[in-house]
């Protein structure tokens, strides 16, 4: 069974970092890139990051509203993605969800609250 | 930055057939995938590469994609049917998506 385990999400001040975590099981981790999707309270899905496999580098790549905060990175061995965020900004509070990424995001975890207020 | 657009909501009685479109400039040239987001649970992929089908996604299910305009269509919709839908495409290595579609059955 495909199973993708984001945590780390939480209350955070803004202007703080925190770093969210994807735990994947059940299919070949290092055959697909991972994105992070986040959806903001009562909003629509919003793109956020994705890394690409090793084969192809394991580049990145940002949505603009992002990009200079946050890091995407993966650690194939631990089947687990990151996702470093910076300077976090009231605008970042939304639900953010990990994705397994073949072209399509086929697999989808259940998501992890981040909060940023003061 | 490229747009996705979705009609904000469909409706169709039950046994229905609905169709949810979604406009982008030269769409016909991408390919388009389709997700499924009931309240409270995380999004599915309901229909990838234009008009493909994930194993376990019932047939009812199918998409197409020309022109400017991707569609998803449910066939013989059922009151589980009911959920927001979203399309998604790549532009220059970036994912985007459409702001979704909720789909009442009525």
């Known amino acids: 069974e495909v199973q993708l385990v984001e945590s780390g999400g939480g209350l955070v001040q803004p202007g703080r970092s925190l770093r969210l975590s994807c735990t994947a099981s059940?299919?070949?981790?290092?055959?697909?890139?991972m994105t992070w999707v986040r959806q903001a309270p009562g909003k629509g899905l919003e793109w956020v990051a994705y890394?690409?496999?090793?084969?192809?580098?394991?580049?990145?790549e940002y949505a603009a509203s992002v990009k200079g905060r946050f890091t995407v990175s993966r650690d194939d061995s631990k089947s687990i993605a990151y996702l470093q965020m910076n300077s976090l900004k009231t605008e970042d509070t939304a639900v953010y969800f990990c994705?397994?990424?073949?072209?399509?995001?086929?697999?989808w975890g259940q998501g992890t609250l981040v909060t940023v207020s003061s | 930055s490229y747009e996705l657009t979705q009609p904000p909501s469909v409706s169709v009685s039950p046994g229905q057939t609905a169709s949810i479109t979604c406009s982008g400039y030269?769409?016909?040239?991408?390919?388009v995938a389709w997700y499924q987001q009931r309240p409270g649970q995380s999004p599915v992929l309901v229909i990838y590469?234009?008009?493909k089908r994930p194993s376990g996604i019932p047939e009812r299910f199918s998409g197409s994609n020309s022109g400017n305009t991707a569609a998803l269509t449910v066939s013989g919709t059922q009151a589980v049917d009911e959920a927001d839908y979203y399309c998604?495409?790549?532009?220059?290595?970036?994912?985007?998506f459409g702001g979704g579609t909720k789909l009442t059955v009525l």
């Open positions: 994705a397994g990424d073949s072209g399509s995001l086929d697999y």
């Open positions: 059940g299919f070949n981790f290092g055959d697909y890139a």
């Open positions: 890394i690409r496999s090793k084969p192809y580098g394991a580049t990145t």
């Open positions: 030269k769409l016909g040239d991408k390919f």
């Open positions: 590469q234009d008009s």
């Open positions: 998604q495409a790549w532009d220059s290595s970036h994912v985007v």
